[in-house]
C-alpha cells in the first residue's frame, strides 16, 4: 500500500506515456476527489486493474483547498489516511478531455487524456465517472451589473490566500453553504473584513445579511454589491465579492460522447449509478451538484460494491 | 513599451488601439515612414472592439452613398485577402433575414432588397419552407425571408491584435498603457501628451479614439463634432444549439435589431439591445436588458429564450451627429485626421478603413512605399505544437503549451482577460475561477511579472492587494482544531 501524500506528486512519479496504455484496465475512474477516493477505499484490489485520472496535482478535488478547515475535519481525516489500494495506477495533472464508449468494433470504452507528456488514450471495460464540478461563478446566474476585478469563487478566493495573498481587504461571501461560511472564516482570519449574506431561501445557516444579490458595482475593481432584503435595496460596500452558490456538473468534456445528461446538465444515473451506457457509471457531484460531502463518500462506496468484479 | 520620457520623434502617430486604429496603423506601415500607435489600456481591443456582434456585415442595409456604405462595399473586396494573410479565424456562415408576419414579409421587398441592390448586393428571398430546410431551429412561424450570402462572423480580438502585429512587423511602434491627456497643434508638428508625463511629436496624429474620438478633437481644442453611447448588451451560450446561420430580424429605425449568431470560437451570441445612455464608461448590464434579449431572439429562435448562458456582457456604440463615418482633417489643423463615428460597423469595415485614411495621409505627407513590406504575418503555430503540456483551463481543455505561445507571442497579453481573449481559458463554465492561480503563476514565470501588479482589464483593476506574511501556509494546529469541531 502507497501513502497519498497531500502535497504534490512530482512528474518522476508520472508513468511515461508508452506504458499507459499497455492492455485495457478493469477500470478506470476520472477525478480523484471524495467520491473517486471513497470507491478506491472500498473496492481496493478487488476492482482489477485500475487507473484513476485527475486534472489537480493532488488528491482531494475541489474539497482540498478547504482543508483542513474548521467543520472539515471528517472529509479532512479522509483523506489524509487514504491509502492507494495496490496496484492501482494514479495519474495527477491528466484530464480527461474526451470519451468514446464501447462498440461493435471496440469492446472497451476509450478514454482521450492530455498531461504533460501529450494526449493519448486510455482503454478500459468499466469507466467510473467521478469528476465532480466546477463552482458557478456570477456569469452562469446572469447577475446584472459591472465586470469589476474582485469577483471569485471560493476556491479562486482560498487558492489564492493559499499562494499568500491577499484577494481584497473587505468581503462579502454570498452563500450559505458549509463550504461558503467556511472560506468567509478563512478570509477572516486572513485579515479580511467579512460580511456573509445569502438568499432568504436558503439553507438557514446564520449569515449577516439575508437577501438576494441583484447587482454588481464599479469599475475597475469591485466597489459594492447590491442585495434586496426584504423588498428594500441595500447597498454593501465590498471591494471583494466571494459567489459561493454551489457546483455545476463537470461535463463539458463529455460532449459527443452520447453520455445522457439531465436538464440541469449533470449526468443522469439509475439508482446503481449507472449511465445510459453499459459500463459507464457516474458518482459524487458530477450526478448531483448539490451534494453534500457525506453523500458522495456513500455513492463511492456504493459503487464499490456494484461494479462487476467489485466487492459485493 | 520601453521608453524613457524623453520624446519621441515619428511622422505619424495614431491614438486609439481600437480595430479601427489598428488597421490604420497596419496600412501605414507600408509607408517609409516612422509610425506609432498609443492606446490607454494595457492591451489592443479593449474599447467597442472587444463588445460587438462580430459580424463581418456586407453593408447591404447601409445608407446608399454614405462613406460607410462605399467603405463597406471595399471592404467587401479586401476580407478573403485580408483574412488569409493575417490566419483570422472567420465563418462564412450567411445570414437569413426572417420575417415573422406579411408585414415585415413587405417591408423586406418594399425596403430591403432595393436598399441591397443599391449597395450592390443580391439578397436571395427564401420561401418558410427553405428556411426551415436550411436552419430548423428558427422560429416554425416566420413567414419568409432573405439569404445574405456573404455575411459572416470573425474573431474581433484576433482582427484587432493581427492588424497590430502586422504593422509591428513592419516595423510600427506600439505604447500601451498610454493615455493622452493633451495635443498642442503647432504649424508642422503637432504634440501629444499622456497622462503618465510623456510627450510624442508627429507631424500627422490620426484620432482614432473610438467613442472618445470627440474628447481627444477637443484637446487640441476641436469642439467640431459629438458622440453620445449606445449600449448594447449580449449574452452568450456555451454551446451552439445548432445554430448555424446568423439569423437577422427585419430591422427597426434605431438599430439592427436583437439577432442570434453563431461565434466563430464555439457557443451562440445573442443581442445586442439598443439604449443611448450617458456615461461613456457604464458596461454595466441589466436585468431589463437581457430581458429584452430573451424577448427578442425567441421570436427568432424560440429554443433561445430559456437557454443557459456562461456570460453576459455589453459594448457601447459611438453614435455620431452626423450619422455617417466622420473622417476629415480636424477643424484646427490639417495635421490632426479624425476617424470617428464608426458606430455599428467598424469590424467590418476596417480593411477598407484602414486603406482609405492610410491612402489620405500617404498623399497628404507625399509618403512612398516601403520596400521591404512584408505582406503577411507568418504562419501560426499548428495545433500539435499548442497541444504540449497539461490542460490548464479545465473547462475549455486549453493547455499549458496554449498559454505559454500566448505569453511568448510578438503582442503578449499584458493582462488576465488579454491572455482570456488570446487563449480561449477562461472561457468556459467557471469562467476562469479553477485555473486563475495557474495563470497568474505562469505570467510571472514567463513575463516575470510579479502577481500583485497583474490586472484583470483596465488599470486599477488588480486582483490582489497584498502580500499575506502571516499565513502563508495553514498551521498544523488547524488540524487539531477542526477534528473537535466537527
Ligand atoms: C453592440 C454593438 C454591436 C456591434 N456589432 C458589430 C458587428 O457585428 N460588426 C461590425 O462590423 N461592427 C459592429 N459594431 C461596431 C464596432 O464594434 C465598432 O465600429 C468598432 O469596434 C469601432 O472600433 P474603434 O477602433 O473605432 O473603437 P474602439 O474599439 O473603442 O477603439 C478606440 C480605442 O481608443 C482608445 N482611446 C480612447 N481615448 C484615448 C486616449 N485619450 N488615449 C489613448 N487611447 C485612447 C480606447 O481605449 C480604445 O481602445 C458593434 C458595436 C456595438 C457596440
Known amino acids: 500500500m502507497?501513502?497519498?501524500?497531500?502535497?504534490?506528486?512530482?512528474?518522476?512519479?508520472?508513468?511515461?506515456?508508452?506504458?499507459?496504455?499497455e492492455g485495457d484496465y478493469d477500470v478506470a475512474i476520472v477525478g480523484a476527489g471524495l467520491s473517486a477516493l471513497s470507491l478506491l477505499h472500498s473496492g481496493g484490489t478487488a476492482l482489477g486493474r485500475t487507473v484513476v485520472l485527475d486534472y489537480q496535482e493532488q488528491v482531494g478535488g475541489l474539497l482540498r483547498y478547504l482543508l483542513p478547515a474548521d467543520g472539515f475535519g471528517t472529509e479532512w481525516e479522509l483523506l489524509r489516511d487514504f491509502q492507494l489500494p495496490a496496484g492501482v495506477r494514479l495519474l495527477l495533472q491528466t484530464t480527461a478531455v474526451g470519451l468514446l464508449p464501447a462498440n461493435d468494433a471496440e469492446p472497451t470504452h476509450t478514454l482521450v487524456v492530455r498531461q504533460r507528456q501529450g494526449t493519448t488514450q486510455l482503454r478500459a471495460r468499466q469507466v467510473v465517472i467521478a469528476c465532480g464540478g466546477v463552482e458557478r461563478p456570477r456569469e452562469h446566474d446572469a447577475i446584472p451589473g459591472t465586470r469589476p476585478a474582485g469577483v471569485m469563487t471560493p476556491v479562486l478566493a482560498l487558492q489564492l490566500l493559499a499562494q499568500g495573498y491577499l484577494p481584497g481587504r473587505r468581503a462579502l461571501v454570498y452563500g450559505d453553504s458549509r463550504y461558503a461560511l467556511a472560506t468567509a472564516r478563512r478570509l477572516a482570519e486572513a485579515g479580511l473584513e467579512v460580511i456573509t449574506a445569502a438568499p432568504a431561501s436558503g439553507n438557514g445557516r446564520s449569515v449577516r445579511l439575508c437577501g438576494t444579490l441583484e447587482e454588481i458595482c464599479g469599475f475597475p475593481r469591485l466597489t459594492a454589491v447590491r442585495l434586496l432584503c426584504d423588498q428594500q435595496s441595500v447597498e454593501v460596500e465590498v471591494d471583494t465579492l466571494i459567489y459561493a452558490t454551489g457546483l455545476l456538473a463537470g461535463t463539458h468534456w463529455l460532449k459527443g460522447s452520447g453520455v445522457a445528461l439531465t436538464a440541469a446538465g449533470a449526468i443522469a444515473v439509475d439508482?446503481?449509478?449507472?449511465?445510459?451506457?453499459?459500463?459507464?457509471?457516474?458518482?459524487?457531484?458530477?450526478?448531483?451538484?448539490?451534494?453534500?460531502?457525506?453523500?458522495?463518500?456513500?455513492?463511492?462506496?456504493?459503487?464499490a460494491a456494484l461494479l462487476p468484479g467489485g466487492v459485493s | 513599451m520601453e521608453m524613457t520620457s524623453i520624446d519621441l520623434d515619428v511622422d505619424i502617430l495614431v491614438i486609439g488601439g481600437g480595430v479601427v486604429g489598428c488597421a490604420i496603423l497596419r496600412e501605414l506601415a507600408r509607408y517609409d515612414a516612422s509610425i506609432a500607435l498609443l492606446e490607454q489600456y494595457p492591451d489592443v481591443c479593449e474599447g467597442t472592439s472587444k463588445a460587438n456582434s462580430a459580424i463581418v456585415h456586407t453593408g447591404f442595409d447601409a445608407r446608399p452613398g454614405t462613406l460607410e456604405a462605399r467603405l463597406l462595399a471595399e471592404a467587401r473586396q479586401l476580407w478573403p485577402e485580408v483574412i488569409a494573410r493575417l490566419h483570422i479565424p472567420y465563418l462564412q456562415t450567411g445570414a437569413l433575414m426572417v420575417a415573422l408576419n406579411e408585414q415585415e414579409q413587405a417591408t423586406i421587398a418594399r425596403e430591403i432588397v432595393p436598399k441591397a441592390a443599391a449597395n450592390g448586393i443580391t439578397l436571395q428571398p427564401l420561401s418558410r419552407a427553405e428556411i426551415l430546410e436550411a436552419a430548423p431551429y428558427v422560429n416554425e412561424r416566420i413567414v419568409g425571408g432573405v439569404l445574405v450570402e456573404g455575411e459572416g462572423v470573425i474573431d474581433p480580438f484576433w482582427t484587432t491584435r493581427a492588424y497590430c502585429e502586422h504593422a509591428l512587423l513592419n516595423g510600427a511602434q506600439l505604447f500601451l498603457g498610454e493615455r493622452v491627456n493633451a495635443i498642442e497643434v503647432g504649424p508642422r508638428r503637432l504634440r501629444v501628451h499622456t497622462e503618465n508625463g510623456r510627450t510624442f511629436s508627429a507631424a500627422l496624429v490620426v484620432n482614432a479614439a473610438g467613442l472618445w474620438a470627440d474628447e481627444v478633437a477637443r484637446l487640441a481644442g476641436d469642439h467640431s463634432f459629438k458622440l453620445t453611447p449606445r449600449k448594447g448588451e449580449f449574452l452568450i451560450t456555451e454551446e451552439d444549439h445548432g445554430v448555424a446561420q446568423i439569423i437577422l430580424p427585419v430591422p427597426s429605425e434605431v438599430s439592427k435589431g436583437i439577432l442570434v449568431t453563431p461565434i466563430v470560437f464555439g457557443g451562440v451570441l445573442l443581442g445586442p439591445t439598443a439604449e443611448d445612455v450617458s456615461d461613456k464608461r457604464d458596461l454595466a448590464t441589466t436585468t431589463a436588458g437581457q430581458q429584452r434579449i430573451r424577448e427578442g431572439v425567441g421570436r427568432l429562435v424560440p429554443a433561445m429564450t430559456t437557454v443557459s448562458t456562461v456570460r453576459q456582457f455589453a459594448g457601447l456604440r459611438a453614435v455620431s451627429s452626423t450619422g455617417d463615418y466622420i473622417i476629415r482633417p480636424s477643424t484646427v489643423s490639417e495635421?490632426?485626421?479624425?476617424?470617428?463615428?464608426?458606430?455599428?460597423?467598424?469590424?467590418?469595415?476596417?480593411?477598407?478603413?484602414?486603406?482609405?485614411?492610410?491612402?489620405?495621409v500617404g498623399e497628404t505627407l507625399g509618403l512612398r512605399l516601403r520596400t521591404s513590406y512584408r505582406e503577411a504575418l507568418p504562419e501560426p503555430l499548428s495545433e500539435a505544437a499548442h497541444e504540449d503540456g497539461e490542460v490548464v483551463c479545465l473547462c475549455r481543455s486549453i493547455t499549458r503549451g496554449e498559454i505559454l505561445a500566448a505569453l511568448r507571442s510578438t503582442l503578449p497579453p499584458q493582462t488576465l482577460d488579454g491572455l482570456k481573449r488570446r487563449t480561449g481559458a477562461m472561457l468556459g463554465e467557471c469562467q476562469g475561477n479553477l485555473c486563475l492561480p495557474r495563470l497568474i503563476a505562469l505570467f510571472q514565470q514567463e513575463l516575470g511579472r510579479d502577481p500583485l501588479s497583474l490586472e484583470k482589464h483596465a488599470p486599477g483593476s488588480r486582483l490582489l492587494v497584498e502580500r499575506l506574511t502571516h499565513l502563508g501556509s495553514v498551521p498544523a494546529h488547524r488540524c487539531e482544531r477542526s477534528k473537535r469541531g466537527q
Request: no cysteine.
Open chain 2, 335 to 360: 495635421r490632426l485626421l479624425h476617424v470617428a463615428g464608426i458606430r455599428s460597423t467598424g469590424l467590418s469595415a476596417s480593411p477598407a478603413i484602414g486603406h482609405y485614411v492610410g491612402t489620405l
Open chain 1, 2 to 21: 502507497r501513502k497519498v501524500q497531500m502535497s504534490a506528486y512530482t512528474l518522476e512519479d508520472m508513468p511515461l506515456m508508452e506504458d499507459l496504455h
Open chain 1, 271 to 303: 439508482a446503481h449509478y449507472r449511465t445510459n451506457i453499459a459500463g459507464i457509471y457516474a458518482i459524487g457531484t458530477v450526478v448531483r451538484p448539490g451534494l453534500d460531502h457525506e453523500d458522495s463518500v456513500r455513492m463511492g462506496k456504493e459503487v
